[in-house]
């Protein structure tokens, strides 16, 4: 079993920063298996961010130039900074992890963007 926990999110204003954390812990094999995903109110949930084991990220066209993420292995964590909110930001954003293997989700942590 694998367990995710976000932290983070938050109210925030245009323009402003925030960091994402997800902890994991269980039986993670590869922290570079793990992602963020978000999913905003009436939309289908969408990959954000990702970082392959050689450190090769994606990034959603969207976020490109305003979020990284970042990794400690050490600590089983993975993290979001996401700079230049804008409200099309807002969403409820998700820790995941899958390696080969079933699908993991954290409980998601809520990112509000004001105007």
């Known amino acids: 079993q694998v367990q995710l926990v976000e932290s983070g999110g938050g109210l925030v204003q245009a323009g402003e920063s925030l960091r994402l954390s997800c902890a994991a812990s269980?039986?993670?094999?590869?922290?570079?298996?793990m992602d963020w995903y978000r999913q905003a109110p009436g939309k289908q949930r969408e990959l954000v961010a990702s970082?392959?084991?050689?450190?090769?990220?994606n990034y959603a066209n969207s976020v490109k130039g305003r979020f990284t993420i970042s990794r400690d292995g050490a600590k089983k964590t993975v993290y979001l900074q996401m700079n230049s909110l804008r409200p099309e930001d807002t969403a409820v954003y998700y820790c995941?992890?899958?390696?080969?293997?079933?699908?993991?989700w954290g409980q998601g942590t809520q990112v509000t963007v004001s105007s």
């Open positions: 995941h992890y899958n390696n080969d293997g079933p699908d993991y």
């Open positions: 269980g039986s993670i094999l590869s922290i570079s298996s």
């Open positions: 970082k392959g084991r050689f450190g090769r990220t």
